[in-house]
């Protein structure tokens, strides 16, 4: 039906930071942290910010199509002079002894481009909204031992059904930066490595963890933060 196209399969690596660690009672320090943090990653990718404006949804399967439940996520790029559609399924995360001694959560995801119909084609099939939010910040890519990508945004809901212009923040005054990269069964020790490197340069502001495992307030990030804002992020690092 022309509704998908471009289907691309990876696993994926997700470094989540912990929540709190950009919390503050201050809205004006979280606002420095970020703009410090958005400093640090220019000088660190040597490129402008992207910014980012996601309208997702998340879609699960009715007891028609089986048994087991699915749940696909639709994506929507709001940044983009006509919105641009992307459907993305999420696998379970690697388990085992390896996936423990590794720093990065690997998951399989499989990503397809799609037409502005693809919400009434999964309504169609069967499947219905579960949730939605609109996650606004930024991104960053780095390209050194693998192709890593950089998100830092605030995650929001909405009042009303698709009204993402009256969406308000889930968690006011916290920031979700997430680290990911593609990578293939082959390679994905050595983009491990790489993104484990990566993030070692963010550790003055912020130190990154798998999801659901909380690392703390950095000690240093207040300081690293104005220093970073002093400098005005002149120096490529």
């Known amino acids: 039906m022309g509704c998908f196209s471009n289907v691309k399969e990876w696993k994926s690596f997700r470094l989540v930071k912990s929540r709190a660690e950009l919390k503050s009672t201050f ?16 000088g660190l990718c040597g490129v402008h910010r ?12 009715g007891p028609n199509l089986g048994l087991v439940a699915s749940e696909v996520r639709l994506l929507c790029d709001l940044e983009q002079p ?6 993305k399924h999420v696998g379970g995360a690697m388990r085992g002894a390896g996936a423990e001694q590794i720093s990065v959560l690997v998951r399989t995801m499989v990503e397809s481009k799609a037409s502005k119909n693809v919400l009434r084609v999964f309504y169609a099939l069967g499947y219905k909204l579960d949730h939605e939010l609109l ?30 212009d009256e969406a308000v923040p889930v968690t006011p005054g916290i920031q979700l930066v997430e680290v990911t990269a593609p990578a293939s069964s082959e390679n994905y020790t050595e983009v491990v490595a790489a993104m484990s490197s990566f993030c070692e340069y963010l550790a003055p502001l912020l130190h990154l963890s ?4 909380s690392t703390g307030v950095v000690p ?5 933060a104005a220093s970073l804002m002093s400098d005005g992020g002149g120096t490529t690092l």
């Open 210 to 213: 798998k999801p659901g495992v």
């Open 135 to 164: 996650r606004v910040g930024f991104a960053f890519h780095f390209q050194r031992g693998a192709q890593i990508t950089i998100t830092v945004s605030s995650v929001n809901k909405m009042l009303k059904l698709h009204a993402t």
């Open 82 to 87: 006509e919105p641009a559609w992307t459907v």
């Open 50 to 61: 992207e910014r980012l404006r996601i309208h997702e949804m998340c879609l699960k399967s």
């Open 220 to 224: 240093t990030a207040a300081a690293a």
């Open 27 to 42: 809205s004006a320090k979280i606002q420095i942290h970020v703009e410090a943090l958005e400093i640090l990653l220019q």
